[in-house]
């Protein structure tokens, strides 16, 4: 499907040179969180604030009303958010990680947080980092066809709910404070949830009195897919849809950079009365007065038209029609992806391109600084330096999954730029065997992989450590990093 709007206004993209892009990639310690955006031609890093608002959004920002408390604007997205969501109590944060993090604390503190368990699908890394900075155990429980990266099943990002129930059981309910559903499951490679699951995960929350939360930065995107793939819902449309899976929820954190199709913004939305109450005063504290939590009239008033924009059916269509099309041609050009596509990005299997790269050689984030310096294209590890390593015991293993997520941000890249990252790929395929790992020089500890530094690894290294993650004790690479630090 072409896309569903017209260009009216145009930025200029970097076109750098070979040696330009290995000066950039080596100042910035080959981490491409490090790179300046002036450096990078098509940015795949993200999909979160990126995106292109419309023409209602900016006319939005023109009569939005910046009074500091019970502004118009408010009241908009307060009633935009009630009505999609359903949801009695709205407070709005700066961004998604903010609501997590209010969530998380009214949740978790004044309880003993080592005995405390928050099991998910997946969590992403925002919300995990939030709760390990609590001392909280954050649990990933995916579903049994997660685990093949190229099976076909239609909802890979669902929970396992029997592994949840067991895990309830054992650590008994009353230190089991929430359980999140990711919808769709990013660190999952963006799969989608049924709606199946999620009934059937509330199910099993309310028989212990455990609240479930979703964690709904791309409802519209999960929504769309429990619209093409559950046949009782192919009639519904996308708000009805959104509506229902939040119905099984006691309330959901929402980044706005992702589906709400904005730049900034985030909120969280409860039926709990307790939880909104203690939320509002430490929101207050922490993010600004609760009609406007840490966002100006213009960001409220945008966040608001963006979140119906977002529901429509031919956004949508070719949203996901996009990212199959750039997932189809990597394949085809012997490039391996998590299959089926998901909603907002493609994720390359890093482990299965590279196998000759061990674990602890970050392969993924070996294959981002290869894309970067073949065309300049910026994308993100969500392998095992984001995953890999625990804050809690200080331990680093192999992470599940070894990723390189393209992420696609929305109404911003035509088929062309796409057709540049395929021949992009498709030129590292033919030469993968010649992919050095990388070996860690500056590592952190929670949502490390923003910050950590890199440096290759020679051709001739004996890097035996690396490929056996038993072994504790090693600086870079090793089963165990210091808690805060660089390494002795």
């Known amino acids: 499907m072409f896309e569903p709007y017209r260009i009216k206004m145009v930025e200029p993209i970097s076109i750098t040179t070979p040696e330009h892009r290995r000066l950039a990639l080596r100042k910035a310690g080959y981490n491409m969180f490090g790179l300046r955006a002036q450096d990078v031609t098509i940015d795949l890093l993200t999909d979160s604030g990126t995106g292109a608002m419309s023409q209602d959004q900016w006319a939005a920002v023109l009569y939005s009303d910046e009074s500091y408390a019970g502004a118009d604007s408010w009241f908009r997205f307060e009633r935009r958010v009630r009505t999609m969501f359903g949801f009695r109590h709205v ?76 895990l309830i059981t054992e650590v008994g309910a009353e230190f089991v404070p929430a359980i999140v559903m990711t919808v769709t499951n990013n660190t999952g490679g963006g799969q989608p949830v049924s709606m199946a699951n999620i009934a059937e995960v509330s199910a099993l929350a309310r028989s212990h009195g455990i609240p479930m939360y979703l964690d709904g930065c791309r409802f519209a995107e999960n929504a769309y897919f429990i619209q093409q793939r559950e046949p009782e819902y192919e009639s519904w449309t996308i708000p009805e849809i959104v509506s229902k899976m939040c119905s099984y929820a006691e309330g959901c954190t929402v980044s706005a950079k992702k589906d709400g199709l904005c730049n900034i913004g985030g909120f969280l939305a409860t039926d709990d009365d307790e939880v909104a109450a203690e939320a509002r005063q430490l929101g207050i504290i922490t993010e600004g007065f609760y009609t406007y939590g840490g966002l100006s009239g213009r960001d ?72 970067y310096l073949e065309g300049g294209v910026r994308t993100v590890e969500l392998g095992t330096c984001a995953f890999g390593y625990d804050a809690l015991t200080g331990v680093e293993a192999p992470a599940q999954w ?14 062309s730029h796409l057709d540049y990252v395929i021949e992009s790929l498709a030129a590292i395929a033919q030469r993968r065997d010649r992919i ?31 490929r056996t993650p038993e072994l504790a004790g090693h600086e870079h690479g090793s089963t165990r990093l210091p808690l805060s630090g660089p390494p002795d």
């Open 91 to 166: 407070l709005p944060t700066h961004q998604g990680r903010a609501a997590e993090r209010l969530l998380y604390t009214v949740l978790c503190v004044g309880k003993d947080p080592q005995r405390l368990v928050v099991p998910s699908n997946s969590h992403f890394d925002t919300g995990r980092g939030n709760l390990e900075l609590l001392g909280v155990r954050a649990v990933n429980l995916p579903c049994a066809q997660a685990a093949d990266l190229t099976d076909d099943a239609p909802f890979k990002g669902n929970a396992d709910v029997a592994a949840m129930d067991r």
């Open 300 to 371: 409220l008033d945008a966040i608001a038209v963006g979140l119906k924009e977002v529901c429509e059916q031919p956004y949508l269509e070719h949203r996901v029609g996009s990212v199959r099309y750039l997932a189809t041609a990597l394949r085809d050009n012997g490039v391996p992806v998590v299959w089926p596509p998901g909603g907002h990005a493609v994720y390359i299997d890093a482990a299965a391109l590279l196998p000759h790269i061990p674990p602890l050689r970050y392969p993924a984030q070996a294959l981002c600084a290869e894309i």
């Open 402 to 415: 070894e990723l390189c997520r393209l992420a696609l941000p929305r109404r911003v890249y035509t088929q």
């Open 436 to 466: 050095q790992g990388l070996r860690m020089t500056s590592p952190s500890t929670i949502l490390r992989h923003f910050t950590a530094q890199f440096t290759p690894v020679l051709a001739d290294d004996v890097d035996e450590e690396a």
